[in-house]
């Protein structure tokens, strides 16, 4: 009997030990967390990389321009995200990482041939993506272009799944012009200030200017909204600000185009209370300020809802047959643009769970 409680006491004791041990991992986990948190300051100048030469834009001439939302290089078809629902937590592979980011902006490049280029999750060095730095892949494909890079999070190391952590990620946006870009800025969008924070992702925009002959500017606009988790206080937060920059270089008579993963329905013209993903509600479009619409409202209602879906859900392999998709990429203008041509292009999210979405544009 002695012996055996003597046993019992270090079963107990082994466990508590254990116990123990997995409170400290936490601990110094979520320690880990908090002190590695920041965020990079409101109102950031970019350094422009050159190349694009010394051509100017002019009034009344056709221009086209991409936004796309690669997808971090982890989204063939077959792939399906945890944070989703989804099984993976990170790319196949560093090779499948490298030929889907090449086929991205091969096809852009060849097909569409776009005089601008707006990227999304372009990541610089994340265990996702087997830290292939992307951006510096998209500038060896488009050499001769300006190019600006916005830092949208640099998160902290995440320990999920256990099996194969999601790990840490940096990422931004690029932007990439034919024309030379002469000054860009990042602007830092509102996001959680609660302990939510720390589970959500920064969120940023990048203003670029470039110079139009007529003494204007083309302010082109390259965003990416919150997803998971947004509060209604902070889509309208990011909202009010966007319209608010738009509004300024508007009224300084500057032309204005804002593209890229607005992360809302941008279909669906107002709110008709169906029960929606947090990243799938309708973009309040009465906040827009006087003189900016979406490109594809001059669409009719028929020619909207034909029209290809930008995005898919991740949590299933790709499937046309059972898999939602909806359009969260896009373009909004000031009605000194003429659009001229609209396309959610379909390539069936062939490199990411989203396609790409052209425009062609006059400036009046």
Known sequence: MAKQKKVGKVILKGVGLLVLAIVLVVAVYAAYVVISYK????????EVRPGAGDGVLTSGQEYGITTYNIGFGAYTPEFSFFMDGGTSSVAASRESVEETVAGAASYVKDTLQPDFLLWQEVDLDSTRSYHVNQYEMLQVLYEGYD??????????FLFYPLTQPHGKSRAGLAVMSSYPIESALRRSFPIST?????????????????????????C?????????????????????????D??????????VICGGDFNHDLKALTDDGSERESWAYPFPREELPEGFAFCMDALSDE???????????????Y????????TLDGFIISDNVKCTWYENVDLQYLYSDHDPVYMRFILK
């Open 319 to 326: 499937n046309p047959e059972t898999t939602y998709t909806v």
């Open 303 to 317: 020619e909207r809802d034909a029209m290809h879906d930008s995005a898919r859900n991740a949590d299933e392999a």
């Open 194 to 218: 609660s302990f939510s924070k720390f589970l959500d992702l920064d969120r940023c925009y990048s203003i670029n200017r470039i110079p139009v002959d007529n003494g204007k500017y083309l």
């Open 39 to 46: 965020r990079l300051p409101d109102n950031l100048t970019l």
């Open 246 to 255: 738009m509004r300024r270089e508007y009224e300084a008579g500057n032309y």
């Open 147 to 156: 190019m600006t890079f916005a830092v949208n999070y640099d998160s902290a």
């Open 220 to 244: 082109i606009i390259n965003l990416h909204m919150s997803a998971y988790g947004n509060s209604d206080e902070i889509r309208q937060g990011q909202v009010s600000m966007l319209c608010e």
